[in-house]
């Protein structure tokens, strides 16, 4: 079993910056395959960025604007997020896959976080 804990989400003015963290249990972080995803109200789960032990991956929506990294040490993996824009408002989820390659699809995740509020006003 693994356990996520996010942390990091708040309120910012759109053009600002957050950094969410997450931090997984288990011997074996370096090996996992982690992602971010989010989730707005009425909306579905949506892939925002994940990150294996050597490649990251961006929805076109953050390409150049979010930076998802890792520190195996810390079994931890963040994603540092700048010029934010209202449409970043959701709940953002950080999704771990042991043992496996990466993926953009929110079924293919074993193990989920309880969630972060990010909430960017205009």
């Known amino acids: 079993q693994v356990q996520l804990v996010e942390s990091g989400g708040g309120l910012v003015q759109a053009g600002g910056s957050l950094r969410l963290s997450c931090a997984a249990s288990g011997r074996t972080f370096s090996l996992y395959a982690m992602a971010w995803f989010r989730q707005a109200p009425g909306k579905e789960r949506d892939f925002v960025a994940a990150?294996?032990?050597?490649?990251?991956y961006y929805a076109d929506s953050v390409k150049g604007r979010f930076t998802i990294s890792r520190d195996n040490a810390k079994n931890t993996v963040y994603l540092q997020m700048n010029s934010l824009k209202p449409e970043d408002t959701a709940v953002y989820y950080c999704?771990?896959?042991?043992?496996?390659?990466?993926?953009?699809?929110?079924?293919?995740?074993?193990?989920w976080g309880q969630g972060t509020q990010v909430t960017v006003s205009s």
């Open positions: 999704a771990a896959r042991p043992l496996a390659k990466v993926t953009t699809s929110t079924y293919q995740y074993d193990f």
């Open positions: 990150i294996s032990w050597s490649s990251t």
